[in-house]
């Protein structure tokens, strides 16, 4: 008699062999080598996805959380399969692990879509690895919850604290400034990332995490709960348990995102003062499932968004306090009349549930403001426009110093990294800390990848007069745990011919954040002839293998930067 082949557990996707009940047999087969009963392999399988490395000291917990997860699914009648997908810890890929982004999201795609998975949890949290499996697994159109890894916790250097990774760009600066010696930058370089789990301040990690707690992809608290917390692993089992019940059709409502929860994502990265690359990445995200961010929608969420969290890079508290302070919870209760509240989550609960449901808990309001005393009153991000920027420019404005918002400053241009790093501090460059300091050539479709070099050095001659801040221009990125004027993604780059390569060495730049304007100031005609005698484009002529892959396919920074082939398609 034929065998009933299930369309779950480990009789789901079967390798084909022209033969489906040998399929089923032999792939059971193999899995017996691994000693599963038949008990076992007849459940519904979470695939976890780790993406724990040896290159990866932000994922070093994962271990531990993959045991919890693993209890939660256990306990609700599934059966927990783990599987490696690459793994991007941030600062040990060169150019930029901003490169391997899309990489990354298409091998958490296809492992979702190949292997026999009936849910799947997506354990990352180092810069890219959420986004990127966010981006995966919606094309997989897979059912998915995300476990963020949790912030580090802080350490001290001389009785002050000390967090990943904002302050190592305080001390180095320090440093670079001869205020500190090698012995002390050492020490500091011995204490700065204390704990496992993601930067300790509202970075890229931090932001990526509390924007997919607001989408509803995770439980309430997963974002900011420390990684070393006792309350984490609870947090690893209970979204076991639910990631079980979603395979199980327990939870009858799929979550799915949609275009209120990218809404509600913007507003909650504004209010936060969150990171500049988590545009890009929401911009990815939402471009998988055919939705549109508007960087001009964007101005105008960010008017009518206050700041209403005091952390690092832009205030003084670190993540472990956010929590503490009450954390999303607390954040989401102030936010609640700017939110669309219809929005549910992975357990199928609205927003409007899950906020008054937490509408008691505690809030320490130094940490978190309330709408009535923000911490500033507009929204953290803006984006540019302007002759320079068509396509737009994005300004973290609650990191930078408000002296420079209306300003008017003479280019001081770099053409590329090579030649900034050789001149920025020689004595024979002429700059004044009113100048605008330009860096091109560092976007995505360059050999660097749009890498974090957005954040340029102030010259160390004016570093010793006293200059803490300029406006620094560039289409790369920055850290976000970087702070100053800094106007980065500067679109179309200047490598594919954007105007914003015709900027020459002396040219007038203006910059109005009150107009949300960005402008090489030029007679028309002159803008013209500048453009008529565009430089060659100078994009690498890469022939094999992912890099031409990349370079023929990556989108501008305002497109989020994925590949053209991989966004939704009708
Ligand atoms: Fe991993 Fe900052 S280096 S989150």
């Known amino acids: 008699m034929k065998k009933k082949i299930k369309k779950s557990g480990f009789d789901n996707n079967l390798t084909n062999y022209g033969d489906i009940e040998f399929s089923s047999y032999l792939r059971r087969s193999f899995a017996k080598s691994m000693g599963?009963?038949?008990e076992s392999l007849n459940k519904p399988i979470v695939g976890i996805i780790n993406t724990s490395s040896g290159f990866n000291s932000c994922h070093r917990h994962f271990p531990e959380m993959i045991d919890a997860l693993k209890r939660g699914i256990n306990s609700n009648g599934c059966l927990p399969v783990e599987f490696p997908v690459i793994s991007l810890g941030e600062v040990y890929l060169h150019p930029t692990s901003m490169m391997f982004r899309n990489l990354m999201s298409m091998d958490v795609e296809e492992m979702i879509r190949a292997q026999p998975l009936d849910a799947v949890v997506l354990l990352g949290g180092c810069d890219k690895t959420l986004p990127a499996m966010i981006m995966g697994a919606i094309s997989a159109q897979k059912p998915f919850v995300v476990l963020p890894?949790?912030?580090?916790?802080?350490?001290?250097?001389?009785?002050?604290?000390?967090?990943?990774?904002?302050?190592?760009?305080?001390?180095?600066?320090?440093?670079?400034?001869g205020k500190i010696s090698r012995h002390k930058i050492s020490e500091v370089e011995n204490k700065l990332a204390s704990s496992a789990g993601t930067c300790s301040v509202m970075g890229t990690a931090s932001t990526m995490a509390c924007i997919s707690e607001v989408m509803g992809l995770c439980l309430t608290d997963s974002s900011c709960v420390p990684a070393v917390?006792?309350?984490r692993l609870n947090i690893a089992e209970k979204t076991g348990i639910i990631c079980a019940k979603i395979a199980r059709k327990k939870i009858k409502k799929i979550k799915k995102i949609n275009k209120?929860?990218?809404?509600n994502a913007l507003v909650c990265l504004l209010s936060l003062g969150g990171s500049t690359n988590a545009i890009i990445h929401l911009t990815a995200i939402a471009g998988r499932l055919g939705i549109k961010v508007d960087l001009r929608e964007f101005n105008k969420i960010s008017n009518k968004t206050p700041v209403l969290v005091d952390l690092k890079p832009t205030g003084k508290f670190y993540m472990e306090d956010f929590y503490h302070a009450g954390g999303m919870k607390a954040l989401l209760k102030e936010l609640?009349?700017?939110l669309k509240l219809g929005t549910s989550n992975i357990e199928g609960k609205s927003l409007s549930t899950i906020i008054n449901s937490n509408s008691k808990s505690f809030h320490d309001q130094n940490v978190i403001r309330s709408r009535k005393k923000p911490f500033e009153k507009h929204g953290g991000l803006i984006s540019l426009f302007g002759n320079i920027c068509p396509s737009g420019a994005i300004l973290k404005r609650s990191a930078a110093d408000k002296k420079l918002f209306e300003k008017t400053g003479k280019a001081v241009v770099f053409e590329d990294i090579k030649s900034m790093s050789k001149l920025i501090d020689n004595k024979s460059l002429k700059i004044s800390k009113n100048d605008f300091l330009i860096l091109k050539n560092i976007g995505p479709k360059t050999v660097y990848g749009m890498p974090e070099a957005g954040y340029l050095p102030i010259p160390k001659k004016l570093l010793k007069s006293g200059v803490k801040d300029m406006i620094r221009i560039s289409d790369g990125r920055m850290s976000g745990t970087a702070f100053g004027t800094i106007i980065l993604h500067v679109s179309p780059e200047s490598s594919v011919g954007g105007p914003f390569s015709i900027i020459k060495n002396g040219d007038k730049i203006k910059l109005s954040v009150k107009n949300k304007r960005l402008d090489l100031i030029i007679s028309k005609n002159e803008l013209k002839n500048r453009l008529n005698k565009q430089i060659s484009k100078k994009i690498p002529n890469i022939k094999r293998g992912y890099l031409k892959l990349y370079y023929d396919s990556v989108l501008q920074a305002h497109e989020g930067c994925d590949f053209d082939f991989l966004q939704y398609k009708k």
């Open 36 to 38: 599963y009963t038949d």
């Open 149 to 177: 890894a949790g912030p580090m916790i802080t350490s001290k250097f001389e009785n002050n604290r000390l967090g990943a990774c904002t302050d190592c760009r305080r001390y180095w600066s320090n440093y670079r400034e």
């Open 229 to 231: 917390y006792s309350e």
């Open 260 to 263: 209120q929860d990218i809404y």
């Open 336 to 338: 609640k009349p700017l």
